[in-house]
């Protein structure tokens, strides 16, 4: 019997929307991705456009739906549209075959999708995998798994998008405990960039956007002279995000 | 008779796009706008999606047919998804009065536009208006003119975002001679941010990039001793063009 339940009246043809849920925790980078049942493959979230919403609240709805997930800041950042970016789904595959003619053939049509991405701290979140999925699972952006069609090129656009955004806003606030020494907050960045940064430049680049308060304390433990503790000052974050790391002009 | 030549057939339905294109010259900033013919609304060069295009080759040939314009780098930068964004066009609109009737109902129904932007030297392009247009024309961003639907939205949202860019990658070297002085460069940036800077920050955070090449040359003319010219040192310029102007992490 029909397992989608999709009703193609209430969607527009030819749209579809994927989100890139980046998590973080104890220094790994995920992506939440979508085991789907009958396959190997792994999906994004994704889903359609209903007729009377935004792209922005179908994105909302559509992670609610597929994994329980809300209250998370999605950000639009790419459409992609190649013509071939989901033929190899129209060989048959097995998640259509017992839909109804009008659903085989919405499926059938192109779809160009709009791409939304949001990094969480993957710990305090709980996704549950939808009727469509065999489990929510949080796996690398790099691992060698097979994914549904074009996803894992939407995953490196969503990956360079975050990083580029490194340079432009700050991030941490719901990353890292409230009060975190240099090395945390370098690792945080270490982490979402793929590689090592040199500490002295990290440390001087990180304090020149005045957006830490070093307090007058040290992280306890640990046999060598303990590192200093620092917290995000709330407004220096706040204006950050909103004029740019390196302010206005 | 029918005066659109659209073959639906060849294009997706629900899908569109529009280009922003920004002009500078003389420390005007401008977008290009067709003014249609029979009404006195201005439109943004905008066109549809066909079947076997991206959105990134539809956009190039859309400003090509619409303008005459080719060889601009165009950036995607948002997808407008309000569902009342086009509904004003469903009330008879003159452009439809002669359209046989697939062409009517394909308009009639729903669009998302993919908004696409660029700047470029205004004098030194050439564009012209095709058939459904009375004329292409550089208005002013701001300018109280009836825009087509949405039109003024999507000017809005482009110009925030190569306001935001200016944080983020330089510009100027299509756009300004290739000696200048610091206080061209700085009119360059107050005309796309609309506002006046201040003369000794403004040197600082550009000085800081190190994009620039101070020349041993001072513009000649004028009764005060004369600004240095600097140039673009174009290595530099690239790199930041590729990392960012605050460089990598």
Redesign the interface.
């Known amino acids: 019997m029909a397992n989608l339940h999709l009703n193609v009246s209430e969607v ?4 579809s929307l994927d989100c890139v849920i980046f998590g973080f925790h104890d220094n790994e980078l995920k992506v939440l991705m979508l085991r789907l049942k009958h396959t190997n493959a792994y999906a994004l979230p994704g889903g359609f ?1 209903k ?6 609240q ?1 994105a909302e709805r559509t992670l609610k739906e597929r994994t329980g997930l809300d209250n998370i800041f999605l950000k ?1 950042f ?2 992609f ?3 071939n970016r989901d033929k190899l789904k129209k060989d048959n595959p097995e998640f259509l075959k017992n839909e109804p003619p009008e659903v085989v053939a919405f499926f059938n049509k ?1 779809f ?1 999708s ?1 791409g939304f991405y949001a990094l969480v701290e993957f710990s305090k979140v709980d996704p549950q995998p939808d009727a469509l999925s065999e489990a929510c699972e949080w796996i690398s952006p790099f691992a060698d798994v097979e994914m549904f069609i074009d996803h894992k090129d939407i995953i490196d656009k969503a990956l360079t998008t975050l990083r ?1 955004q ?3 806003q700050p991030i941490g606030l719901k990353l890292l405990p409230r009060k975190f020494t240099m090395p945390q907050l370098q690792k945080l ?1 270490e982490t979402i ?1 793929g590689r090592e ?1 040199d500490r002295r430049n ?1 440390q001087r ?1 990180i304090l020149s956007y005045k957006i830490l308060n070093k307090l007058n304390e040290r992280k306890t433990g640990g046999a060598h002279k303990a590192p200093f503790l620092y917290e995000f000052n709330r407004e220096s974050y706040k204006q950050a995000l909103e004029d ?3 302010g ?2």
Chains 1, 2 share one sequence.
């Open positions: 527009l043809d030819h749209i456009l007729h009377e919403e935004t792209l922005e179908a639009q790419k459409v549209s190649d013509p192109r160009i709009v580029i490194l340079n432009q960045y960039l940064l990290f680049k740019g790391l390196s206005i002009w």
